[in-house]
């Protein structure tokens, strides 16, 4: 599927979304139903430590519709360069986002999500030399307001991934779970745009442990160092984001990475 096509895709995907909720974000109860658009271009496509593009970027759209706490999506991934036909990626998602105890020092916000990985160029199964459907299931932990410090907070958060194979192969690839451990820091700044009312600078690192998925070998596979910030004005929002890898597993990555994101996203 080539990037133009992927992209019509899911702008056929939006059409139908939009037009069921008539293009903006409707109440029902005491809830509101939204649709964030966003599109996104990768200087490198890097997955959980790995380079699955080997050094090229990447055209990512998504198409995301929440409600309360829940949010269902579908999001893509394109080469921007020839040659990686087989890793033209859809994946379909659903996740559950709670917050307890907000605005308390104790405020935890939760994350659960499935998502299914769609290679749909790749014929290989799982376990192959080539890529294969997959599926993880996400359970993510973050305490915002543990730590005061200046003006804001140190927040420590987790991810554990497990990882499985998809499900129109019969041969097992590695499955297992892909730890994560991180700290995260908003530096409150004025913003450059009138129109915006806040902005940060958002700080994040965290490491990673692979307990040998994917045919890796078990340890801790790479940390990584990022900065971000996001511009708002009339719905759009414009983040553009800096990340450094330290890759110290080899059968994850043999090499460090630096490498940015552009996204554009509205949301109605």
């Not at 993510?140 to 192969?169: C, I, K, R, T």
Request: proline share 4%; with cysteine; glycine share 8%.
């Amino acid at each position: 599927m080539s990037p133009l096509r992927g992209l019509m895709v899911l702008a056929s995907t939006l059409i139908i979304l939009t037009a069921s909720v008539n293009a903006r974000a409707v109440d029902v109860g005491e809830q509101e139903i939204g649709i964030t658009v966003d599109a996104t271009y990768v200087t490198k496509y890097i997955w959980k430590g790995f380079d699955l593009l080997d050094d090229n970027g990447a055209w990512q759209p998504s198409i995301t519709l929440s409600y309360s706490d829940f949010s269902l999506g579908v999001w893509g991934s394109w080469a921007d360069t020839r040659g990686f036909t087989a890793q033209d990626e859809l994946d379909y998602f659903l996740c559950y986002q709670p917050s307890l105890f907000e605005e308390k020092r104790c405020a935890l916000d939760l994350s659960l999500t499935y998502t299914y990985f769609d290679f749909p160029h790749s014929d290989s199964v799982a376990g192959g030399d080539e890529i294969a459907d997959g599926q993880e299931l996400a359970l993510g932990v973050s305490l915002p307001n543990a730590f005061p410090l200046g003006p804001s907070s140190l927040a420590p958060y987790y991810e554990g991934d497990f990882e499985w194979q998809g499900m129109h192969h019969d041969s097992s690839v590695d499955k297992g779970w892909i730890h994560t451990f991180g700290l995260a820091y908003d530096i409150p700044v004025s913003p450059l745009l009138k129109q915006q009312e806040e902005q940060a600078i958002c700080l994040c690192w965290d490491i990673t442990y692979n307990d040998g998925v994917f045919g890796t070998a078990a340890g801790w596979s790479h940390s990584t160092l990022g900065v971000s910030t996001t511009f708002e004005c009339k719905g759009f929002a414009f983040t553009p984001v800096v990340n450094y890898q330290w890759s110290y597993e080899d059968t994850v990555n043999e090499e460090n990475e630096f490498y940015a994101s552009f996204s554009l996203s509205y949301y109605f």
